[in-house]
């Protein structure tokens, strides 16, 4: 029941049904890459959130369909840290760019996101289309997404879905786990004053705040053991928790934590309520917060204790 309210949301959320022709693949699409940033400077990292495609587009596309492109570049761009710039490109005047011409795009060997329906790749697969659709295939030992439709009115819905509700949301959903980690190893060095900010942040624990108003609909159709699962790690993460660290009580702050962990696992992992969660997530963007958390000098009891002591996904 649950997958299925979550399958009608997907669809509806933006207004018209959208068309997810290989969900699991689009969930899984490798939209970014861990690498490093600002290479020749005294600030670069080693481990920033760089994009790991290109956005493209037929030369026959109408302005509206080349436009929707800023809307997935955007949302890409809220995801991730830089698009990878360097001293040395920068001297060159060879900025980086997740936008490129067809013929280009092609030519720089990354997964793609190709944008319309007047291209090579729908014309030569003969590739049909009966309303706005995200669709992953393989083209020439690469992943590709089709945001596709039977007019630019379908094409440049998909779009917006793409960047809303599948980008955008990704992002967030990553910025709030990884925060939530990190929210975790402050409280344990009784660090409250960067917790408390953390909490409030719209790039750290708030940044969920985008997801939840994204999945409101969805959220209003949930049966009453989710919704309360639902409530019960609101409570905590943007109210209990925040009373406990601002009186600096590292103990009620830690068993809170724990509480919320507990939450997000019922729906994760199907504890106590159907698993919402029917995928995989990519190991190799997933895998960051066993980082984060060694940062603070913990091990994976610290946080996966109990009911959570199981780790990864089914």
């Given at each position: 029941m649950v997958l299925a309210l979550l399958l009608a949301w997907l669809g509806l959320a933006l207004g018209k049904p959208v068309i997810m022709d290989t969900a699991l693949d689009i969930k899984r699409f490798p939209f970014v890459r861990y690498g490093s940033a600002w290479e020749g400077t005294p600030a670069q990292v080693k481990e920033a959130v760089l994009p790991n495609i290109v956005i493209t587009y037929g030369v026959e596309e109408s302005k509206r369909v080349v436009g929707s492109v800023s809307?997935?570049?955007?949302?890409?761009g809220q995801w991730t840290d830089d698009p990878g710039v360097t001293p040395r490109d920068v001297r060159k005047g060879k900025l980086p760019s997740v936008v490129m011409p067809f013929g280009k795009a092609f030519a720089s060997g990354k997964n793609l996101i190709v944008v319309g329906v007047k291209n090579d790749i729908?014309?030569?697969?003969?590739?049909?289309?009966?309303?706005?659709?995200?669709?992953?295939?393989?083209?020439?030992?690469?992943?590709?997404?089709?945001?596709?439709g039977r007019n630019d009115r379908e094409v440049v819905r998909a779009a917006e879905f793409l960047a809303n509700?599948?980008?955008?949301?990704?992002?967030?959903?990553?910025?709030?786990?990884?925060?939530?980690?990190?929210?975790r190893g402050l409280i344990e060095h009784g660090n409250f004053i960067a917790a408390l900010e953390l909490i409030k942040d719209p790039k750290g624990l708030s940044a969920c705040g985008k997801n939840m108003s994204l999945a409101a609909p969805m959220v209003l159709k949930f049966p009453p053991e989710v919704k309360k699962v639902v409530k019960k790690r609101n409570r905590i993460m943007y109210s209990e928790l925040i009373r406990a660290v601002s009186s600096k009580d590292k103990e009620r702050a830690v068993k809170l934590w724990r509480e919320a962990m507990i939450t997000c696992y019922q729906c994760h992992q199907g504890i106590g309520i159907e698993r919402l969660r029917k995928f995989v997530p990519l190991e190799s963007i997933h895998s960051k917060h066993q980082r984060i958390a060694k940062g603070f000098?913990?091990?994976?009891?610290a946080c996966h204790v109990g009911v959570t002591e199981n780790r990864g996904y089914k």
């Open positions: 809307l997935i570049t955007y949302a890409l729908v014309r030569r697969l003969g590739l049909a289309f009966t309303g706005p659709t995200l669709k992953v295939i393989e083209w020439e030992g690469r992943k590709v997404l089709i945001v596709g509700n599948v980008i955008g949301f990704k992002g967030g959903a990553y910025r709030t786990f990884f925060s939530f980690v990190k929210l000098g913990l091990d994976c009891r």
